[in-house]
């Protein structure tokens, strides 16, 4: 079974638009960690955001929010004002154990 | 720049070969994991070294072996190489000992071509 489901496989925005990338997960380990990463096209995965499990308010940083739903085991990245700098692919992950899995992964374009 | 890096970039071998490549973590940082990225399956989990010693394994061929040094760089060795094997090798490193509050910082890759 998909440990990382994002089902979103692209998405496309208008430019200054907020913009919500899905993502659910399963486990039945009460401490895990879930996190976003961004890989541009030049391949680099870059780090955006992490929630824990045990964390009671949704993490932020900057443009960047993830929308915890523990019940639902849902971690949902939303950006705000997007930009055509936002282009890439974004893939969630979740930290149970020593493993970091990975979803497929969401094609974000940004059109002008 | 995430502070890790990775060489080398590209590599381009034949079948049968075996390569090396090379990970130096972020200044501090003890953990190494290494990840394969390709077409078809994705980013996959190898392995994950913590101050010199095999922390935890993932899906991992027996013809790909790693170490990490003393001096906290870790290196992938991958030999009998098949066509399969080309995808992009990444790199990543974190603080901790791998408990999931930790989040890994990634090197930039190492682009590998089997022709």
């Known amino acids: 079974a998909q440990k990382i489901t994002q089902t979103q496989p692209g998405m496309f925005v208008q430019e200054k638009e907020a913009v919500t990338l899905d993502c659910t997960y399963d486990?039945?380990?009460?401490?895990?960690?879930l996190f976003w990463y961004k890989q541009p096209s030049s391949g680099e995965m870059i780090f955006l955001i992490y929630q824990g499990s045990y964390d009671q308010q949704n993490a932020t940083e900057g443009r960047y929010s993830l929308n915890f739903q523990k019940a639902r085991k849902s971690a949902n990245l939303v950006i705000s004002a997007s930009q055509l700098g936002d282009s890439a692919m974004y893939f969630c992950a979740m930290r149970e154990g020593l493993e970091l899995v990975f979803g497929q992964g969401t094609r974000l374009t940004i059109n002008p | 720049d995430s502070g890790v890096t990775q060489t080398p970039k590209h590599l381009i071998t034949a079948t049968g070969q075996r390569v090396t490549l090379r990970c130096s973590p972020r200044s501090g940082d003890l953990s190494v994991y290494w990840y394969q990225q390709s077409l078809d399956q994705g980013l996959q989990f190898l392995i994950q070294?913590?101050?010199?010693?095999?922390?935890a394994k993932g899906n991992i061929l027996e013809r790909f072996s790693a170490q990490q040094f003393p001096d906290l760089h870790s290196e992938l060795n991958l030999s009998s190489l098949e066509l399969g094997d080309s995808a992009l090798y990444f790199c990543?490193?974190?603080?901790?000992?791998?408990?999931?509050?930790?989040?890994?910082?990634f090197g930039p890759g190492t682009r590998l071509t089997v022709t």
């Open positions: 990543a490193s974190s603080a901790g000992d791998g408990s999931p509050a930790y989040e890994q910082y």
């Open positions: 486990t039945s380990d009460p401490s895990y960690g």
């Open positions: 070294y913590y101050n010199g010693e095999e922390r």
